[in-house]
């Protein structure tokens, strides 16, 4: 059974596109997963992963220009990715319908869809939930982006989405932050990510990379990590430190002349 994951947010610029460029990423080392730029009016998906001029992309698909497959690229990390781009034209006559047509077929031969979203409450974040399984909200640790997110925790719950939880992004422990369990109290969901401030997710999109690939050990890499081994379960955690465990033994192995 395939499942659709739409990481979504009340508050804009929280961190929707990393996260989701970065769990599908690792998501994508242990199933079929592909990543679909769902916010139209701003996608920026590309612009993270700094993919040339697209002859094709979902919005072609979506108007029958193109067959799906066409629109689907492997990005040099290995991550699989349905870019958009959209004009004010092609958002005028946009039909939401169609969208949530299309995500809906795209679910035989994948494992995972994992959407990004636009932010805020408007039809094409409403859309992006519809046509989803599971839902993870972003925030920052401040009052501002929790309201919001609770907003849309509320939205998730009336549309009956599960809300698998919430990543906290941007920490950098300032005193002046929410803490964690206060905002598990005030949105009623586990924070399933802690991911802090990380200059590096800064320099991987300059990279035009996830994060995840770009610099795989950096801290906010490693809680990606942890959230994907709480969508896809622990054993994510264990092969990706058994691959590491083997490089190390190549490694000693290659130094010692094998
Ligand atoms: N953990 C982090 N550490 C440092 N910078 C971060 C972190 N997460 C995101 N950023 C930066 O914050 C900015 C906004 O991130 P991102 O584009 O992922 O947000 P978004 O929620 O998708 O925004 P939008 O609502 O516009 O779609 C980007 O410049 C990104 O590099
Ligand atoms: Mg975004």
Request: glycine share 6%; net charge positive.
């Amino acid at each position: 059974m395939s499942r659709v994951i739409c990481i979504t947010s009340g508050k804009g610029g929280v961190g929707k596109t990393t996260t989701a460029v970065s769990l599908a990423h690792l998501l994508g080392k242990e199933k079929n997963t592909l990543l679909i730029d769902a916010n139209l009016t701003t996608p920026n998906v590309n612009i993270h992963l700094g993919a040339p001029i697209l002859k094709k992309h979902l919005m072609h698909v979506l108007t029958d220009k193109a067959k799906p497959e066409e629109a689907i690229y492997t990005h040099k990390s290995g991550l699989l990715v349905m870019p958009a781009t959209a004009s004010l034209h092609d958002l005028k006559f946009m039909d939401y319908e169609t969208l949530k047509d299309l995500i809906f077929d795209l679910r035989t031969g994948h494992d995972i869809i994992v959407l990004d979203s636009a932010a805020g409450l408007g039809k094409e974040a409403i859309s992006a939930m519809e046509a989803s399984d599971e839902i993870i909200i972003v925030t920052n640790p401040e009052l501002s982006a929790v309201v919001d997110a609770q907003k849309t925790i509320q939205v998730a719950s009336e549309i009956g989405k599960l809300v698998l939880g919430v990543v906290v992004n941007k920490i950098s422990g300032h005193r002046s932050e929410m803490k964690i369990k206060e905002i598990e109290n005030m949105l009623g969901f586990p924070v399933i990510g802690e991911v802090p401030y990380d200059i590096n997710v800064k320099i991987s999109v300059k990279k035009n990379h996830p994060v995840t690939h770009h610099k795989k050990n950096s801290k906010a890499s490693k809680e990606f990590g942890t959230v994907v081994s709480q969508i896809i379960g622990p054993k994510y955690t264990e092969s990706e430190e058994k691959k590491e465990k083997n490089s190390l033994f190549k490694y000693v192995l290659k130094m010692l002349g094998f």
